[in-house]
């Protein structure tokens, strides 16, 4: 089989020159400059003793005709792509020709490599070496075009014999040093370039069977390379908001975010997938080269299409409304910052159906961010998109595409949540899951997200966690800590030494740093029955519900409280995730915008009443009319009707009581407020009387019991969180 590359030689100014006129491609973004500066340094300092520093590998532009890439204005396309040496080129342009480099961090820096001519020494300049007249501190002087090496010579001779007496020879040395770095100019380099022929797996196997320890390709960065070449508008905009997210803004509108600061990249996988419903980056690759798959040639007006399908899922993935809604959608899932969040691409991929719902389905707000809420809270818990994600990913999207309407897309992701998280997975996979010592767990991290959702309490306080875990609260210590429940020092007194045994998920639960502090080295049966003093029954309940702490577990085995914690942090989880279920269910959202049916309503139970089915709402008009009760009154009728119903939950199979505790909770939430007004006042009593006083238990025995519970206190959270803007009537 014949050679698929040519052997090309060139000396080191003709390479500078080739990437100066854009014959050679080497674009900012290919791969950003990830070179230590020593790195550069070494470069230079084995050209000037005379040493081989290795080939670059070039592939061939196919098809070419898209302009050129690099820096400054060029005069020719681009026809040999860099595949290997980009960072040797980097430096060695950046230090010849003065030109500044784009760090991984999109930062821009000048490379200044420092000459000391008396000993033919290279260093990386510092302040230091500025200041000292031994050296040449930017070597890039010497090839500028009005440098005199004489001149520069003698000026550098001068400088250093004020401060020192310079000997003959180490004038006649120094003088030769300068020249000979003038000369570096003619290094020899061999270049390979592969022929345009060849597809982009193929040139990534030559790379990989050549180079071992270079920084691997992806396709990503094959596409990034073609932008530059054919559109390159589109890659200085996905270039400019990556650097933008990383700037926190202070006004204006801004990519800025708590999640992530996205890589270019990242944003190419969600257009990919926006446009394409694409996953695998090598076909796409293809289709914009303007190749015919069945054929193997190349059209330009093949290749324009497809690129203008590109830019168009471009704008909507970097359309800043787009991008800040859907980071409300993980708020609303109970994720408050990405140091929550374990996967990055749970969140380009949910950015992805995100997209898609609101431009080709066109899913109501409300409903796309439930949806979107619930399918992230879902990737994240199961880690969908953690092995063979691209597999996965790319059969996600292929799904998508018999459907037509919103409720398609809804009920389909819904569809595919409800087969992977069956009873079978609450009760057995997901604690086995939490059998982990893994800080970044998704099960650990779902966790804090069902926290959120149920907005509890940290441990032993009246804080709520999401206020704690606020990424803008922040100290010399942690406001919240992961507290041991059975203490190391204690544990090891058992026999319990090892770090996997004492850090496991299930002996931690989240608590204030002050708390932490007092309970220090304390075997849990000495510190808990003082931590609870002064609270009441009901604070001691629901704070065993939230941190999943057995019945008399303070005087367990710590075996057998590690394996019955774990069962009931799973309930808790999958507590938090029915939490937004029945928001989704009722096509309803308690946030502080009201949906579009309750806008023209007048009064706040006109608002409420528009919320609920004509049936729902007729009877919820004569609760609004019932004599107002003492909040105590209703409290203590919510308390007594979920105990009602927990005696009967273990003869009565078909009672959903974990459902009924949630409605119970969010009712008693609804109490605690204070300042209320008459007309709210009504509101709530409506709502409590509604889950208390109407309900049969034949009606709540059935497979939709309390969901008309649950669509009269959701209207009415919707209706006050509008109302009070700066309160949470329920996690949001």
């Known amino acids: 089989m014949p050679p698929v590359f040519k052997n090309i030689s060139w000396n080191l100014w003709g390479l500078m020159d080739a990437i100066s006129s854009g014959h050679i491609g080497l674009p900012d973004l290919q791969r950003p400059f990830v070179w230590l500066n020593k790195k550069a340094r070494d470069l230079f300092d084995s050209m000037y003793r005379g040493y081989p520093v290795g080939y670059f590998l070039f592939w061939e532009n196919a098809g070419s005709g898209g302009h050129a890439i690099g820096e400054g204005s060029k005069q020719m396309a681009s026809q040999l792509l860099v595949i ?14 003065g030109q500044p480099v784009k760090r991984q961090d999109f930062s821009v820096e000048h490379i200044q490599i420092a000459f000391r001519p008396i000993d033919g020494s290279f260093e990386v300049a510092d302040a230091a070496i500025r200041k000292d007249a031994a050296w040449i501190a930017d070597i890039s002087v010497i090839w500028k075009p009005d440098t005199d090496l004489f001149e520069l010579a003698s000026n550098y001779l001068e400088r250093l014999a004020a401060v020192r007496e310079v000997t003959n020879d180490e004038r006649r040395a120094s003088q030769q040093a300068i020249m000979r770095v003038s000369q570096l100019a003619n290094f020899p380099f061999t270049a ?71 890589d270019p990249d990242h944003l190419l996988r969600v257009s990919v997938g926006l446009g394409f419903r694409r996953a695998r980056l090598l076909h796409v690759y293809s289709i914009l080269r ?37 980071w409300r959608c993980l708020l609303r899932a109970g994720f408050q910052s990405g140091s929550m969040v374990t996967s990055k691409n749970a969140m380009l991929y949910a950015y992805t159906f995100f997209l898609i719902g609101k431009r080709d389905f066109k899913v109501d707000h409300h409903r796309l961010r439930n949806t979107i809420a619930r399918w992230f809270f879902f990737v994240s818990l199961t880690g969908r998109y953690t092995d063979s994600t691209e597999t996965k990913m790319e059969q996600d999207l ?36 939490l059998t982990s010592s893994s800080a970044r767990s998704p099960a650990l991290s779902a966790y804090h997200a069902a926290l959120n959702l149920l907005d509890a309490r940290a441990l032993f306080s009246t804080l709520r966690v999401r206020d704690l875990l606020d990424p803008a609260a922040r100290g010399k210590r942690a406001t919240l800590e992961r507290h041991h429940l059975f203490p190391k020092a204690h544990l090891q007194k058992l026999g319990t030494e090892s770090r996997r045994d004492t850090n496991q998920i299930a002996n931690y639960a989240l608590i204030e740093w002050p708390d932490n502090s007092d309970i220090g080295k304390k075997p849990p049966k000495e510190y808990y029955p003082l931590m609870i003093v002064g609270k009441s029954a009901e604070e001691i309940q629901r704070m065993a519900f939230w941190h999943a ?54 009064s706040l139970a006109e608002q409420a009443l528009s919320l609920l089915a004509p049936e729902a709402a007729e009877y919820f008009q004569e609760l609004l009319a019932e004599p107002l009760m003492a909040p105590e009154r209703l409290r203590a009728e919510v308390r007594g009707y979920v105990a009602k119903l927990e005696s009967l939950a273990a003869y009565e199979s078909g009672l959903d009581i974990d459902r009924a505790r949630r409605i119970g909770d969010r009712c008693l939430h609804l109490l605690e407020s204070q300042g209320r007004s008459e007309e709210e006042s009504r509101l709530v009593q409506a709502a409590v009387s509604h889950f208390t006083v109407k309900d049969d238990l034949a009606a709540d025995l059935g497979p939709s019991g309390f969901l008309d519970d649950e669509a009269a206190v959701a209207a009415v959270e919707t209706v006050l969180s509008s109302r009070h803007r700066n309160l949470s009537f329920i996690p949001d």
């Open 192 to 262: 390979l370039a592969l022929e345009g022929e060849l597809d982009e797996e193929q040139v990534a196997d030559v790379f990989v069977r050549i180079n071992s320890k270079g920084t691997p390709l992806n396709q990503a960065d094959f596409i990034l390379t073609l932008m530059s070449v054919f559109k390159d508008a589109q890659r200085v905009e996905l270039e400019t908001f990556c650097q933008s997210a990383r700037i926190p803004a202070h006004s204006g509108a801004s990519p800025s975010n708590r999640f992530l600061e996205p």
């Open 549 to 602: 702490l057995p019945k008399g577990w303070e005087k367990m085995d710590y075996s057998r409280f590690l394996e019955e914690r774990r069962k009931l942090m799973a309930q808790v989880v999958q507590a938090g995730f029915d939490s937004l279920a029945s928001a989704a269910a009722q096509g309803l959202e308690a946030t502080a915008d009201l949906p579009a049916e309750a806008e023209g309503a007048s």
């Open 398 to 433: 292929a799904d998508l595409r018999e459907l037509a309407t919103a409720d398609q897309f809804v009920d389909h992701l819904e569809r595919v949540m409800t087969s992977t998280l069956t009873r079978d997975y609450w009760t057995f996979t997901l604690p086995t899951e």
């Open 84 to 97: 290997d040496g980009q960072q040797r080129l980097t430096s060695l342009y950046a230090v010849l020709r």
């Open 290 to 326: 303007g190749k015919d798959l069945e054929t193997g040639s190349f059209s330009p007006e093949r290749r324009d299409r497809q690129f203008a399908v590109l830019d168009q899922a471009q704008a909507a993935t970097l359309n800043l409304q787009n991008w800040h809604d859907f």
